[in-house]
């Protein structure tokens, strides 16, 4: 798939079933989602993957921090059979500003997506308040100043879904060239 047909082509996909890639495939993607800007080369992150029973721990911590039921929690953490959590591990003495690290992080995440979507396999996205909950954050094992950005669900679209292409939006109007007064 060549790169405009990827980003015309990658959702964000809400139902996900497996498979979803092995710990080793998505090393390998990794690798080369690496490769995108990064101010410093400082690799800002890491990546906890949680599938199968792993997933409810995640769910207990959610629970715990929020009150609703576990059942509730673990529907949440089974939407897909790969949980990727994003953590971000800024680099504290780098002269590299902290909002360039996390934009690095984010780069590098839009690239792990669209090789996810490549290789034909559907990801979303999410975040939420929890994020900061420290049954959360006791449960990743982040340390000040490590913060989670959200989770990567990973699976596969259910098969004959069809594609749905984005329509590219106009965006005439962000841009402009320069001239000065
Ligand atoms: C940083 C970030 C956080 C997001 N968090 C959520 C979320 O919590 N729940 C959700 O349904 N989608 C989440 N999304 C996905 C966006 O809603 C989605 O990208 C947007 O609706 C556009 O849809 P598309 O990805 O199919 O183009 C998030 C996306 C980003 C980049």
Known sequence: MDVMTAI??????????????????????LKA????????MLRPW???LMSGDSRDALAAALAEDNGKSLEAMRAKTRRAPLLATL???PDPVSPVPEWEQMAAVSAMTTSLMLLLHARGFGSIWRTGAQLDAEPVRK??????????????YIGTVEPGRPTRRRQAPDVGDRLKIFSPV
Request: aromatic share 10%; with cysteine.
């Open 33 to 40: 989602a690496s490769c995108a800007p990064d101010h410093g």
């Open 87 to 89: 953590v971000f591990s």
């Open 8 to 29: 015309l082509t990658r959702r964000s996909e809400q139902k996900l079933a497996g498979p979803a890639p092995s710990p080793e495939e998505f090393r390998y993607l």
């Open 139 to 152: 449960l990743l094992d982040l340390d000040q100043p490590e913060r989670a950005l959200g989770w990567l």
């Open 46 to 48: 890491r990546w906890l």
